[in-house]
C-alpha cells in the first residue's frame, strides 16, 4: 500500500521560510517523479513544483521560480520543498504527488491528473 505523509507546513510571516517534507512507503521510490502541488480555496489544484529521477529534470512555477527548491532524497524515501521569501499568496494546502515515471521520460508530469498517489496535505498560511 502506498502512502505519502507530508510534513513541515504551518503559519509564518511573509518573507519567512518553511521546508515542507514528504516521505513515501510502499513504493520504489526511485522510479517515481514526485511533485508538489497546491490549491487555495476556491481554486484549482495547481503545480508548484515537480522533480523527475534524482538529479533530474525540474520544473517551478512561475510565481515561485527563485524562492522555493524542489529536493529528493532516494536513500529516505523523501521529498522535500524549500520555500523562501513566502508570501501571502502561498497561502494554501500543499499536497505531495508520485507517478511512476516510463524510463525514456524526458521529465515530471506537470499536471495533477497524471500522478497517481497523493499524499493527505499540510496547510501552509502567510501572513502579512
Known amino acids: 500500500q502506498v502512502q505519502l505523509v507530508e510534513s513541515g507546513g504551518g503559519l509564518v510571516q511573509a518573507g519567512r521560510s518553511l521546508r515542507l517534507s514528504c516521505t513515501a512507503s510502499?513504493?520504489?521510490?526511485?522510479?517515481?517523479?514526485m511533485g508538489w502541488f497546491r490549491q487555495a480555496p476556491g481554486k484549482e489544484r495547481e503545480a508548484v513544483s515537480c522533480?523527475?529521477?534524482?538529479?533530474?529534470?525540474?520544473y517551478y512555477a512561475d510565481s515561485v521560480k527563485g524562492r522555493f527548491i524542489i529536493s529528493r532524497d532516494d536513500a529516505k524515501n523523501t521529498l522535500y520543498l524549500q520555500m523562501n521569501s513566502l508570501k501571502p499568496e502561498d497561502t494554501a494546502m500543499y499536497y505531495c504527488?508520485?507517478?511512476?515515471?516510463?524510463?525514456?521520460?524526458?521529465?515530471?508530469?506537470?499536471?495533477?491528473?497524471?500522478?497517481?498517489?497523493w499524499g493527505q496535505g499540510t496547510q501552509v498560511t502567510v501572513s502579512s
Open positions: 522533480i523527475s529521477w534524482s538529479l533530474g529534470a525540474t
Open positions: 510502499g513504493l520504489h521510490f526511485d522510479d517515481y517523479a
Open positions: 504527488a508520485a507517478v511512476l515515471l516510463p524510463p525514456v521520460a524526458a521529465g515530471p508530469p506537470l499536471k495533477f491528473y497524471e500522478y497517481k498517489y
